[in-house]
């Protein structure tokens, strides 16, 4: 693995090998657990045995499989509860664009065209939040973050399986007025949602690009002029943030991009899908125990996502409409404006006349939608997040291999089969086939 270029300055606590899951999650996020998230005693004992006690976790291994294992599995007594496909779809989300085709799925009654029961989808304040809640079963069905689909299986040990794209694009850089490009970031402070990210890796990408260092310092610590200080910090807080000056920026989903530009608070510096063409930001992720017992359930429920991307697609303001605080649903607390600009956009010119937009022969929109989740990308993100820093012990990326992991934490079966109901990837406006090739141009 090639070093990045990342100044460390906080020795990082103990890794995903060594701590439980919700302890992980609560530290390197900052994230309070939710309220509505509550596991069994025994476990929160576990967790804080398990974070107190680093060294003597390094002494008993054996002891600490036991404690990670017993945590993973909280949610199979409740899982397993419904042995048939008539177990109900529990979506999680966040309230970002990515959850678009979970949302329209539920709207318009997808799900129980195929025959499934649903619940109201719960809504989450942070990643951490969301990945707590799917381990512990609490929700069954999420998007998560392409790079964290990878630390969830791989680094946790919990059997999360991808089994289709959620979206293209759909993220940006915001940054104060009076940032102009990628070098005026040196010596700030600027926030990523979340280590496991498209928008860590893409961040990474541009700074090395421009000759800027990475760093996590305390935010009172002094930077050097060539250093960028990352801050993790949940979508909610950032427009804010950016307003209040204590960031000079952030790399985020939509519509938090398009918030600061509707409230006057900051502009878009790049698109993420102007590095990165084409990229899944989120994923539709489901676990292992799901697939393997029910089968038929995990194909229905890829068939209404597939089917709501293709609504999404094609009725794009009615989409913004759904998904916005005066929608029926009122699914996300943000408006109109804000995610019509988004979903709906018809600006993308004036970005290329402003100089936002580098790679105009893409022709590509702010937010795009096909579910296949070409094994390309996922090869090309496992080599991208092994060449960026992530706090805490990574020691589980040195050894992943892109071919094996684009074999084993994708299931497209389901995808394709889904397709064949709607007219295949031609439906989309995209090529017939299963094959591409990255294009990455920072």
């Not at 599995?73 to 409740?78: I, N, T």
């Not at 177990?87 to 318009?108: C, E, F, K, Q, W």
């Not at 209040?244 to 920026?249: F, L, M, N």
């Not at 913004?320 to 605080?325: D, R, T, V």
Request: aromatic share 8%; hydrophobic share 40%; glycine share 6%.
């Amino acid at each position: 693995m090639h070093s990045p270029r990342f100044s460390q300055t906080q020795q990082a606590g103990p890794g995903p090998q060594s701590v439980a899951l919700l302890s992980i999650f609560s530290r390197r996020c900052n994230a309070p657990r939710t309220p509505n998230i509550e596991l069994p005693a025994y476990l929160r004992i576990i967790e804080l045995r398990l974070r107190h006690q680093p060294s003597r976790l390094a002494a008993h291994s054996r002891h600490d499989r036991c404690c990670r294992c017993t945590l993973l599995r909280a949610g199979d007594a409740a899982a397993r509860a419904s042995k048939g496909d008539d177990v109900p779809v529990r979506i999680g989300y966040l309230p970002i664009t990515d959850a678009t085709p979970l949302l329209v799925a539920h709207s318009r009654q997808l799900f129980e065209a195929e025959g499934l029961r649903t619940e109201k989808p719960r809504l989450f304040r942070t990643w951490a939040q969301i990945i707590e809640a799917f381990v512990a079963g609490q929700v069954n069905v999420v998007h998560l973050l392409s790079p964290t689909t990878m630390f969830v299986r791989y680094g946790s040990q919990y059997g999360a399986k991808v089994v289709a794209w959620n979206h293209m694009n759909g993220s940006a850089i915001a940054v104060a007025k009076h940032i102009n490009s990628v070098k005026d970031l040196g010596g700030q402070q600027v926030a990523i949602p979340f280590w496991y990210s498209i928008h860590n890796i893409v961040l990474q990408q541009l700074l090395r690009a421009n000759g800027l260092k990475a760093v996590s310092k305390p935010r009172s610590g002094a930077l050097a002029k060539d250093e960028v200080n990352l801050v993790v910090m949940p979508p909610a807080e950032m427009v804010s943030a950016l307003a209040s000056k204590s960031v000079a920026g952030y790399i985020v989903a939509e519509p938090f991009v398009a918030a600061a530009e509707v409230n006057g608070v900051g502009k878009v510096l790049r698109f993420v899908g102007d590095v990165w063409q084409n990229h899944a930001c989120c994923l539709l992720t489901l676990s292992e125990r799901d697939i393997a017992e029910r089968p038929e359930w995990a194909q229905r429920v890829t068939n209404a996502v597939v089917k709501a991307q293709l609504w999404t697609r094609n009725n794009q303001l009615d989409t913004a409409k759904l998904l916005a605080s005066s929608g029926p649903g009122k699914y996300t607390p943000h408006g109109l404006p804000a995610l019509s600009k988004v979903l709906a956009t018809s600006e993308m010119a004036q970005y290329e006349r402003d100089g936002v937009i580098q790679h105009p022969e893409w022709k590509q929109r702010r937010i795009d939608f096909q579910p296949y989740p070409y094994a390309s990308y996922t090869e090309e993100l496992v080599k991208a997040l092994q060449n960026t820093y992530v706090e805490g012990n990574t020691a589980f990326l040195e050894k992943l291999d892109p071919s094996f992991v684009a074999r084993d934490l994708v299931d497209d079966r389901f995808v394709k089969q889904a397709l064949q109901q709607v007219g295949g990837l031609k439906a989309f406006g995209y090529a017939e086939s299963f094959t591409r090739q990255e294009v990455i141009a920072p």
